[in-house]
């Protein structure tokens, strides 16, 4: 069998896929072919930068 050689994608890129498909101006599919990512993986991001975004925004104690 031949070696198949995956995708690494850096943080930054997901970030932006993730960030466009929370913008909600693009489908999925347009984000994916813009991208060069599979349109199940766009969500995939999506959920999970939605899903950490409250331990990033920590309330501040003053």
């Known amino acids: 069998m031949t070696g198949v050689k995956r995708k690494n994608f850096t943080?930054?890129?997901?970030?932006?896929?993730a960030l466009e498909?929370?913008?909600g101006i693009k489908t999925v599919n347009e984000i994916g072919?813009?991208?060069?990512?599979?349109p199940t993986q766009v969500g995939l991001w999506k959920?999970?930068?939605q899903?950490?975004?409250s331990s990033l925004l920590?309330?501040?104690?003053?």
């Open 11 to 17: 943080g930054d890129l997901k970030a932006k896929v």
């Open 21 to 23: 498909a929370i913008r």
């Open 33 to 38: 072919q813009e991208f060069g990512v599979h």
């Open 47 to 49: 959920k999970e930068l």
């Open 51 to 53: 899903e950490q975004a």
């Open 58 to 62: 920590r309330p501040s104690v003053v």
